[in-house]
């Protein structure tokens, strides 16, 4: 790794979180290999990624005036998880479910160079747990960006069980390289973040369920009460419901607690296929 940094950096997933990393990554100047098995899906991502790119230098908001053209040079695709056999450190950003990315994790360690770290951008998923489908547990470590990745200014970092200092080390330099304040959580399900979002986001559920009240009035009394950019329910929509419902069923089954109980409307959500803005409909329509 150069200067510390990666020479080859891998995203695996090119959902809106793993191309928002490759994104982030390129503009920062390191050589990037998105891969996903869908085709489609990567130029679904290239096409997400050269909008976001034209907003923010419109804005100017490109570090060091990075020109979206030469970000995007950096940027190789790939339907193959080969083409990171080259690559010193492999974020893994795949959908929140724990034996695939137990499969990938495996796939990876076979792959990818002895020194790389494997890093998983899991919402709420054990590193522990996933570090010990490889054969250097002590070479994996937590890297969980928040969405929209490009915007967003944090990036949560978890220590699994058998995370070593150095691959500790490498990932803090990485993310500070990436223009990210980083925030440190011990390896609980949920960590810190979606600990507590989470929770905040079934209960208003709860609440639309109740009809304590409608959808735009859990949002605005949340939004404008609370001071947040967004409404839990349009944040659930945002961020998917069926990733709000996977991190809400890790945090259920790990702690126990009924106060985690997955809201039944928001399995029923889940279960028509509404999804949130990615699938047109969620709380909220989409369509127009
Ligand atoms: N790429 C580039 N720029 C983007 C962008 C993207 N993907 N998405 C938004 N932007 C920019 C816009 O251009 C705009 O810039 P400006 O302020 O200079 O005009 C700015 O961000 C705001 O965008 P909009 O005006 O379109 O819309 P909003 O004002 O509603 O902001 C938002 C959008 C930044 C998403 C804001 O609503 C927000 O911060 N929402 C909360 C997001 C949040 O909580 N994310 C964390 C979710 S939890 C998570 O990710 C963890 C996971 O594990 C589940």
């Keep these: 790794m150069a200067r510390g940094l990666p020479k080859l950096l891998g995203v695996v997933g090119a959902g809106?979180?793993?191309?928002?990393?490759?994104?982030?990554?390129?503009?920062?100047?390191?050589?990037?290999?998105?891969?996903?098995?869908?085709?489609?899906q990567l130029e679904r991502a290239a096409e997400g990624m050269r909008a976001s790119l034209a907003r923010l230098a419109a804005k100017g908001r490109l570090p060091g005036g990075a020109d979206p053209d030469a970000v995007l040079a950096r940027l190789q695709p790939a339907t193959e998880l080969e083409a990171l056999a080259a690559a010193d450190y492999v974020v893994e950003a795949v959908?929140?479910?724990?034996?695939?990315?137990?499969?990938?994790?495996?796939?990876?360690?076979?792959?990818?160079?002895?020194?790389?770290?494997?890093?998983?951008?899991?919402?709420?998923?054990?590193?522990?747990?996933l570090a010990a489908a490889t054969a250097r547990p002590d070479r994996v470590v937590?890297?969980?960006?928040?969405?929209?990745v490009p915007v967003m200014g944090l990036i949560e970092l978890v220590r699994g069980m058998q995370t070593s200092d150095e691959t500790f080390e490498a990932t803090q330099r990485l993310a500070t390289h990436l223009g990210?304040?980083?925030?440190?959580?011990?390896?609980?399900?949920?960590?810190?973040?979606?600990?507590?979002?989470?929770?905040?986001?079934?209960?208003?559920?709860?609440?639309?369920?109740?009809?304590?009240?409608?959808?735009?009035?859990i949002d605005t009394g949340m939004k404008l009460?609370?001071?947040?950019?967004?409404?839990?329910?349009?944040?659930?929509?945002?961020?998917?419901?069926?990733?709000?419902?996977?991190?809400m069923r890790v945090l259920h089954d790990n702690l126990g607690d009924d106060k985690y109980r997955p809201c039944p409307l928001l399995i029923q959500y889940v279960d028509a296929g509404w999804l949130g803005k990615k699938s047109g409909r969620g709380v909220y329509s989409y369509s127009s």
């Design 95 to 129: 959908p929140e479910r724990e034996a695939l990315k137990a499969d990938v994790f495996r796939a990876l360690d076979s792959l990818a160079p002895p020194h790389a770290v494997l890093a998983s951008n899991t919402s709420s998923i054990s590193i522990t747990r």
């Design 142 to 148: 937590g890297l969980h960006f928040m969405n929209p």
């Design 180 to 217: 990210k304040t980083t925030c440190v959580s011990l390896d609980r399900p949920g960590f810190i973040v979606n600990r507590i979002l989470m929770p905040m986001i079934n209960e208003a559920f709860f609440a639309l369920m109740e009809g304590v009240g409608t959808a735009h009035d």
């Design 16 to 40: 809106q979180m793993g191309a928002g990393i490759a994104q982030v990554a390129a503009t920062c100047g390191l050589q990037v290999v998105l891969v996903d098995r869908a085709a489609s």
């Design 225 to 247: 009460g609370t001071n947040q950019p967004m409404g839990p329910l349009t944040l659930a929509d945002f961020i998917g419901l069926d990733t709000c419902l996977s991190i």
